[in-house]
């Protein structure tokens, strides 16, 4: 195994080259998100391919591209697609989602993404960092429009937010028909404020909607997590 990889339970992430490192919020957005039922996914923002790996783990039918702007995550992902075991069903592009949802033709059942979130502050001096965490590359209303374009009438968007930005990018949505379904309410311990919220959006306007948290930790200590965490993850986590 490479030693900058990061390993999971049935393939690994090479995660160097300034390109934004496996976290959290992306394998909860993979372990969350409703891949059962789709044959055709696209991960806008792929970074590593962590989340396409997850989904396309999840179920066996899946084909999933991981669109991608930045060259060195791009290539990145395209060694973690080559070098996993579903390796046939992964697809990697680089392209601005933007363009890629003008030149596409192809619409998905599923959508994710964990998108870039902060739209003020200063600027990182580490470029790729910066395209990563602040939206000067992608608005969120450039990526809800490409959605929008991409997304079939049948399929689902999942995205991973901080909790203001969530709440903002949801009135968004919902000025382009996309209309909010699940929302998980994501905490590190049971009184800590909410961190990040997990949202599923749909075309088509339903009166589902349900509403739920997540808890990570049980206690203070770094490994105690909850049996709900350890539920949702212990097909990926190796310490699970």
């Not at 409703?34 to 923002?45: F, K, P, Q, V, W």
């Not at 990018?169 to 382009?176: D, H, V």
Request: with cysteine.
């Amino acid at each position: 195994m490479n030693e900058k990889a990061f390993r999971f339970k049935k393939f690994d992430v090479l995660q160097n080259n300034g390109v934004m490192k496996v976290n959290t919020d992306g394998v909860l957005l993979g372990a969350w998100s409703d891949a059962g039922h789709s044959t055709n996914g696209l991960d806008i923002g792929t970074g590593t391919g962590i989340i396409s790996l997850m989904l396309a783990q999840r179920n066996p039918v899946l084909n999933v591209t991981g669109v991608e702007i930045e060259h060195s995550a791009y290539m990145m992902t395209c060694y973690n697609f080559k070098n996993s075991p579903f390796t046939a069903r992964l697809k990697a592009v680089q392209s601005a989602i933007q363009d890629y949802a003008m030149s596409s033709s192809c619409t998905y059942d599923i959508i994710v993404s964990n998108p870039p979130y902060f739209t003020g502050g200063i600027v990182s001096k580490n470029e790729n960092k910066s395209y990563n965490r602040h939206t000067l590359l992608l608005s969120h209303k450039e990526l809800i429009l490409a959605v929008r374009k991409l997304l079939s009438t049948d399929g689902h968007f999942d995205v991973i937010m901080p909790y203001e930005e969530g709440y903002a990018f949801i009135e968004l949505a919902n000025k382009s028909d996309l209309y909010l379904k699940r929302m998980t309410e994501v905490r590190s311990r049971e009184k800590s404020k909410i961190e990040r919220i997990l949202l599923r959006f749909s075309p088509l306007s339903t009166n589902d909607f349900s509403k739920d948290e997540l808890i990570i930790y049980n206690g203070m200590g770094p490994k105690d997590y909850t049996p709900e965490f350890k539920s949702l993850t212990k097909d990926f986590y190796i310490f699970l």
